[in-house]
């Protein structure tokens, strides 16, 4: 394996919805099967910039822009997580990509298991970073926390929105680091709740039951931790690992670390201890 992270390239992809923006590292048609990557919302594939990089030193890792987040073009109403995962599909289609492995970060946890519903021949492991399962009082909570701002005239949302952004933060994150994904926070506009939409009417215990692929589930230090746990119960062959320590940025901060957890499982079936 190469000593250094490979260079990451970008590209666009014609899909359903227009084009898809894909930021990408590593080359395929290795021993290793390709890993695709969604973000959470309302951020951007930004936030794999450096995972990619990592992963790609032994096999291609890209990482897409979900329709209207980042450099994606929108839909024309507010999608579901199905709409999502059968857009992503548009890309890997695109590339000639065949089999491969799937990563999802919140949002782009659901958008995973999806996808394996929608390609089950296609999507050989799962890697979900958060698997939330809510009450409905729960809900209520979620919803209201994650509400999209309101823009006022002096700009206080903005605040607001680095002050919620830093709280969770991983913490070995400096203001600059969060600075350097933050603008992609607030880029969706007034599309920026759509992506929470769509998460919180895609419940798991009815659809991740469908999924065969081996799971490996991470429960970091962040604002789902609480609900993670309960996922153990619906996967049929997963394992939830916690990582108390690390939370947003980690993937950023902590790209070799977390590849030494994510390449056993990815090329050898084994799940981290």
């Not at 206080?156 to 680095?162: I, V």
């Amino acid at each position: 394996m190469p000593n250094s992270p490979a260079p990451m390239r970008k590209a666009y992809v014609n899909g359903r919805f227009g084009q898809m923006h894909v930021r990408m590292a590593g080359e395929n048609g290795g021993t290793h099967r390709p890993l695709v990557c969604f973000h959470l919302s309302p951020v951007s594939s930004v936030i794999y910039e450096n995972w990619i990089r990592e992963m790609g030193r032994d096999r291609l890792a890209l990482a897409i822009d979900t329709p209207g987040y980042g450099m994606s073009d929108p839909p024309a109403a507010p999608p579901t997580i199905a709409d999502f995962a059968a857009a992503m599909g548009d890309v890997t289609d695109a590339l000639g990509i065949k089999e491969f492995d799937v990563m999802g970060y919140h949002t782009g946890s659901k958008i995973c298991v999806e996808t394996a519903r929608q390609r089950p021949t296609q999507v050989k492991h799962l890697v979900l970073v958060s698997a939330p399962i809510y009450t409905e009082e729960d809900l209520k909570h979620i919803r209201a926390e994650n509400a999209p701002p309101d823009p006022e005239p002096t700009g206080e949302f903005l605040k607001r929105q680095w002050q919620v952004t830093w709280q969770y933060r991983d913490l070995a994150m400096t203001p600059g680091d969060l600075m350097e994904h933050f603008p992609d926070h607030l880029r969706g506009g007034a599309r920026r709740g759509w992506g929470h939409r769509a998460a919180f009417a895609y419940t798991y215990p009815e659809t991740i039951v469908d999924v065969g692929a081996p799971i490996l589930v991470f429960n970091p230090d962040d604002d789902l931790k609480p609900y993670t746990p309960r996922i153990a119960q619906y996967l049929k062959n997963g394992r939830v690992k916690d990582l108390p320590g690390w939370s947003h940025g980690f993937l950023h901060l902590r790209p070799a670390e977390a590849a030494a957890l994510v390449r056993p499982f990815l090329d050898q079936d084994k799940f981290p201890d």
